[in-house]
């Protein structure tokens, strides 16, 4: 016999939902932080471009002509790129960390939403137990109802001969 289970109420379905609702706005939040991180590491690899190419331009640029003006502004640019370099490496190193809390904290909403799933399943199963057991004792109590009211239908053995 399989359970009705439309008369299922699960006394936690607030939780359960408030748990969804909490690993859905984790992963979000997840997803900003890696956009973050993407963002970073563009910005990172746009500045180390640009000092290679302006590293490239200044050396060929001293080559022909000892300018120390020209050098001085070349090698305070430089500088100036390696700061930025510098700076942009650290942005990207705290949005890894940021984005490395958000996966713990995806990990942890995610892990109490299955404690909670876990739990409904046992209040299912051991609901769906009981409305079997209660619909083949209500079966049981039918067919005693039945053979009492009626009387006990005997196959004769032998056929009875018409006059």
């Known amino acids: 016999m399989s359970a009705d289970l439309r008369s299922f ?29 993407e963002r970073a590491r563009d910005n990172l690899n746009s500045l ?4 290679a190419s302006a590293v490239t331009a200044s050396s060929q640029s001293v080559l022909p002509r000892l300018d120390p003006v020209q050098l001085r502004q070349d090698l305070a640019y430089l500088a100036y790129l390696n700061e930025r370099v510098c700076l942009q490496r650290a942005v990207l190193e705290q949005t890894e960390r940021h984005r490395e809390e958000m996966r713990r904290a995806c990990r942890q909403c995610q892990l109490k939403l299955e404690l909670v799933e876990r739990h409904r399943q046992g209040c299912l199963d051991a609901y769906r ?18 053979s009492q009211t009626r009387p006990p239908v005997i196959p004769s053995l032998s056929k009875r001969e018409e006059p």
Do not use: T
Not at 48 to 51: A, N, R, T
């Open 48 to 51: 180390l471009s640009e000092h």
């Open 129 to 146: 137990e009981r409305e079997q057991i209660r619909q083949i004792n209500d079966a049981d109590l039918d067919w005693l109802a039945h």
């Open 9 to 37: 109420a699960y006394p936690l379905e607030a939780l359960l939902q408030k748990q969804q609702w909490q690993l859905d706005a984790a992963l979000s939040d997840l997803g900003l932080a890696q956009l973050a991180v």
